[in-house]
């Protein structure tokens, strides 16, 4: 089959129908039984819908949605108990990166049960329950080529990690994303450019992972407006193979400041992700953009065409402001000192320690309160 990749264990149908591809699949794995997880509305107005109706003439097919948009614990215990002993050949997971994360999370907890009643432990051994297909039907989460998955319990957001997380199979088919309205291709484009640019400058990065990074990066940048406001198949190809490419490169490296800072916005005020992890790319550019590599600054400055840091920052204020995001903390109702202080407390420090610049709680709470309404340079 055309555009069929093979990266580290896992099969990649890159720009192509996704029908086809998903009939190799079956064919070569000789799958009798599937799990699907899929969105809502999106998923019945989708070309998607039609296939899996059809499929299901010769393939046991059952249906799993309506698990909301962050996957929480709450949900995924529903998810175990109705689906307790289920036998599948496979899982497919069609949809946004809530979605894939979610399908990620049932195929590692159906077949460990004991792994979720203990807590949150180390699950890296663990195997799953029958091979992931991800199938993305947006162009910004990447999920679809990270072993991660995130859950939200209590108001906290947990990042899992394992091998097996990682779906066995990809396939992206640019068609899918007809059904993003303008602020999903917004939000989700800027996720999907943020991860870029974080894996990019970020302390964990490696050759491989800068090279997945400035490949995305030349997709998605000249197409993320076209395809915010004005979607034909050049903008879409360019955004869900850029999209992919981005979730290839912090696979590697993981996410920085930008994504630290991105989990309360979302969980507690109801902030897009993308959006959320947009509002803070200023600050960090003009704070890491002076203590990388000149290769790195390089980089950017090359593909972005700037000559410095604050026209890089100016860069992006543009790009949110004609895409209607809005453009700091202060926009998401963080505009007191106690509801500033407990937007900081809350900071992933995993993803902060991947940050090329060392940047204290403190030193934030000045830079931002002190700016409150509005602290873009």
Same mark, same amino acid.
């Given at each position: 089959?055309?555009?069929?990749?093979?990266?580290?264990?896992?099969?990649?149908?890159?720009?192509?129908?996704?029908?086809?591809?998903?009939?190799?699949?079956?064919?070569?794995?000789?799958?009798?039984?599937?799990?699907?997880?899929?969105?809502?509305?999106?998923?019945?107005?989708?070309?998607?819908?039609?296939?899996?109706?059809?499929?299901?003439?010769?393939?046991?097919?059952?249906?799993?949605?309506?698990?909301?948009?962050?996957?929480?614990?709450?949900?995924?215990?529903?998810?175990?108990?109705?689906?307790?002993?289920?036998?599948?050949?496979?899982?497919?997971?069609?949809?946004?990166?809530?979605?894939?994360?979610?399908?990620?999370?049932?195929?590692?907890?159906?077949?460990?049960?004991?792994?979720?009643?203990?807590?949150?432990?180390?699950?890296?051994?663990?195997?799953?329950?029958?091979?992931?297909?991800?199938?993305?039907?947006?162009?910004?989460?990447?999920?679809?080529?990270?072993?991660?998955?995130?859950?939200?319990?209590?108001?906290?957001?947990?990042?899992?990690?394992?091998?097996?997380?990682?779906?066995?199979?990809?396939?992206?088919?640019?068609?899918?994303?007809?059904?993003?309205?303008?602020?999903?291709?917004?939000?989700?484009?800027?996720?999907?450019?943020?991860?870029? #640019? +974080?894996?990019?400058?970020?302390? @964990?990065?490696?050759?491989? %992972?800068?090279?997945?990074? $400035?490949?995305?990066? /030349? !997709?998605?940048?000249?197409?993320?407006?076209?395809?915010?406001?004005?979607?034909?198949?050049?903008?879409?190809?360019?955004?869900?193979?850029?999209?992919?490419?981005?979730?290839?490169?912090?696979?590697?490296?993981?996410?920085?400041?930008?994504?630290?800072?991105?989990?309360?916005?979302?969980?507690?005020?109801?902030?897009?992700?993308?959006?959320?992890?947009?509002?803070? #790319? +200023?600050?960090?550019?003009?704070? @890491?953009?002076?203590?990388? %590599?000149?290769?790195?600054? $390089?980089?950017?400055? /090359? !593909?972005?065409?700037?000559?410095?840091?604050?026209?890089?920052?100016?860069?992006?204020?543009?790009?949110?402001?004609?895409?209607?995001?809005?453009?700091?903390?202060?926009?998401?109702?963080?505009?007191?000192?106690?509801?500033?202080?407990?937007?900081?407390?809350?900071?992933?420090?995993?993803?902060?320690?991947?940050?090329?610049?060392?940047?204290?709680?403190?030193?934030?709470?000045?830079?931002?309160?002190?700016?409150?309404?509005?602290?873009?340079?």
């Amino acid at each position: 089959m055309s555009n069929l990749f093979r990266s580290n264990g896992v099969t990649e149908y890159l720009d192509t129908d996704f029908r086809m591809a998903l009939d190799d699949i079956l064919q070569k794995r000789n799958v009798r039984s599937v799990l699907l997880f899929t969105g809502g509305s999106s998923y019945d107005r989708s070309r998607a819908r039609d296939y899996f109706e059809q499929m299901a003439s010769r393939v046991s097919v059952t249906r799993y949605s309506g698990f909301g948009t962050n996957p929480s614990h709450e949900a995924l215990v529903a998810a175990l108990e109705q689906l307790k002993g289920a036998h599948v050949d496979m899982i497919i997971a069609v949809g946004g990166g809530s979605v894939m994360d979610f399908a990620k999370l049932v195929a590692i907890y159906l077949e460990n049960p004991q792994a979720l009643d203990a807590g949150f432990p180390d699950i890296s051994g663990l195997p799953v329950a029958a091979p992931i297909t991800a199938v993305p039907t947006t162009a910004g989460s990447g999920s679809e080529a990270t072993h991660f998955a995130v859950m939200y319990r209590d108001g906290s957001k947990y990042s899992l990690a394992s091998p097996q997380l990682q779906p066995a199979y990809v396939v992206v088919d640019p068609e899918l994303t007809t059904g993003m309205s303008a602020a999903q291709t917004a939000t989700s484009g800027m996720d999907a450019l943020c991860q870029a #640019m +974080e894996s990019l400058w970020a302390r @964990n990065a490696t050759a491989r %992972s800068m090279e997945y990074a $400035r490949h995305a990066i /030349t !997709l998605i940048l000249p197409h993320l407006e076209q395809f915010c406001h004005h979607p034909d198949s050049k903008s879409r190809r360019a955004m869900a193979l850029g999209a992919f490419f981005a979730g290839k490169a912090i696979n590697i490296s993981k996410t920085t400041g930008p994504h630290a800072m991105s989990y309360y916005l979302t969980d507690h005020l109801g902030v897009p992700h993308g959006e959320a992890v947009a509002m803070n #790319m +200023e600050f960090f550019i003009r704070k @890491n953009l002076p203590v990388v %590599s000149k290769n790195v600054r $390089r980089d950017f400055f /090359t !593909l972005f065409e700037v000559s410095d840091a604050d026209a890089l920052a100016g860069g992006i204020s543009r790009l949110k402001k004609n895409m209607g995001l809005r453009m700091d903390v202060s926009e998401a109702g963080l505009t007191s000192r106690s509801s500033l202080k407990k937007y900081l407390d809350s900071i992933n420090e995993e993803r902060m320690g991947n940050n090329p610049a060392r940047i204290s709680t403190s030193e934030l709470f000045d830079v931002y309160y002190r700016n409150i309404n509005g602290y873009r340079k």
